[in-house]
């Protein structure tokens, strides 16, 4: 079993910061790409960062310079720190990790977290 628990979430005013968490437990050989991703009301879900295991990072345009993704590979944690927060930004949003459970497979597979949400008021 693996599970992913997002927090940090909640609601904040516009301008101002959340930083979010999402820890990774149970049986992990190791994880690979973490990223997350943003579902606003009516619409898809949509990618707003990703980071490989090496710290590479990836951003949407809309979160290039406001928002920073980071992990800590010791942790099995990933975080993404929000900045300049807009009302466009009001989403629930999902850590998604590419895990690998065993060292005896080299499968992996998509594990993805219940999502927490994020309000901007204007």
């Known amino acids: 079993q693996v599970q992913l628990v997002e927090s940090g979430g909640g609601l904040v005013q516009a301008g101002g910061s959340l930083r979010l968490s999402c820890a990774a437990s149970g049986s992990i050989f190791r994880i690979n790409d973490m990223g997350w991703y943003q579902q606003a009301p009516g619409k898809q879900r949509e990618l707003v960062a990703t980071i490989t295991r090496g710290s590479v990072t990836n951003y949407a345009d809309s979160a290039k310079g406001r928002f920073t993704i980071s992990r800590d590979n010791a942790k099995n944690t990933v975080y993404l720190q929000m900045n300049t927060l807009k009302p466009e930004d009001t989403a629930v949003y999902y850590c998604?990790?590419?895990?690998?459970?065993?060292?005896?497979?080299?499968?992996?597979?998509?594990?993805w977290g219940q999502g927490t949400q994020v309000t901007v008021s204007s």
């Open positions: 998604k990790a590419n895990i690998r459970r065993s060292a005896f497979s080299a499968d992996t597979r998509d594990y």
